[in-house]
């Protein structure tokens, strides 16, 4: 999306999920005897949309224009066939929408059912807090894909993170 400069508004749950909570629980958990041999989900009951994250890449300093998916689409599918650029052709994949809303419905779903109180029961009883997913967190995020080359560096100066927990508006 940040490639293109435009993402599809999507109301999609993420599975969003630090990995530095996921790899202090996986060693918590695998320590507790009473614990083997169990399924665990790591997942972030207040995991933000899509769209969310979108908004925190703009706050961020990203130029990106959220669009409805159909315009979108349209945006992507004009961007290879005028600059030919192969890295968005994987973007294709998304491309009609009527293929992957299915999947995204499906995986929001799953993340809303999802169960994760026995997980949840057994980081407690480690002392292990999930740090949940805000804009502080997205912001570090950005700041490491930047630092790493992953990402360009944002067009405009960036806005500081939230200091609040949850996702700034926009």
């Given at each position: 999306?940040?490639?293109?400069?435009?993402g599809?508004?999507?109301?999609?749950?993420?599975?969003?999920?630090?990995?530095?909570?996921?790899?202090?629980?996986?060693?918590?958990?695998?320590?507790?005897?009473?614990?083997?041999?169990?399924?665990?989900?790591?997942?972030?009951?207040?995991?933000?949309?899509f769209?969310?994250?979108?908004?925190?890449?703009?706050?961020?300093?990203?130029?990106?224009?959220?669009?409805?998916?159909?315009?979108?689409?349209?945006?992507?599918?004009?961007?290879?066939?005028?600059?030919?650029?192969?890295?968005?052709?994987?973007?294709?994949?998304?491309?009609?929408?009527e293929?992957?809303?299915?999947?995204?419905?499906?995986?929001?779903?799953l993340?809303?059912?999802?169960?994760s109180?026995?997980?949840?029961?057994?980081?407690?009883?480690?002392?292990?807090?999930?740090?949940?997913?805000?804009?502080?967190?997205?912001?570090?995020?950005?700041e490491?894909?930047?630092?790493?080359?992953?990402?360009?560096?944002?067009?405009?100066?960036?806005?500081?993170?939230?200091?609040?927990?949850?996702?700034?508006?926009?």
């Amino acid at each position: 999306c940040i490639d293109v400069g435009a993402g599809p508004d999507l109301a999609y749950k993420t599975f969003l999920v630090p990995v530095d909570h996921v790899s202090a629980a996986v060693v918590a958990l695998a320590k507790l005897p009473a614990m083997a041999n169990r399924s665990f989900h790591l997942l972030e009951p207040q995991a933000p949309t899509f769209t969310e994250v979108l908004q925190a890449a703009k706050r961020f300093g990203f130029a990106l224009d959220i669009l409805k998916r159909e315009d979108w689409e349209a945006k992507v599918q004009t961007i290879i066939e005028q600059r030919q650029v192969d890295e968005l052709l994987p973007f294709l994949l998304l491309i009609p929408g009527e293929f992957l809303d299915p999947f995204l419905e499906a995986q929001s779903l799953l993340l809303e059912d999802a169960d994760s109180r026995q997980t949840r029961s057994a980081l407690d009883a480690a002392s292990i807090e999930f740090p949940g997913v805000d804009d502080a967190l997205l912001h570090r995020c950005f700041e490491h894909w930047v630092r790493s080359g992953f990402l360009p560096p944002p067009a405009r100066p960036l806005q500081e993170p939230s200091t609040r927990r949850g996702l700034a508006e926009s």
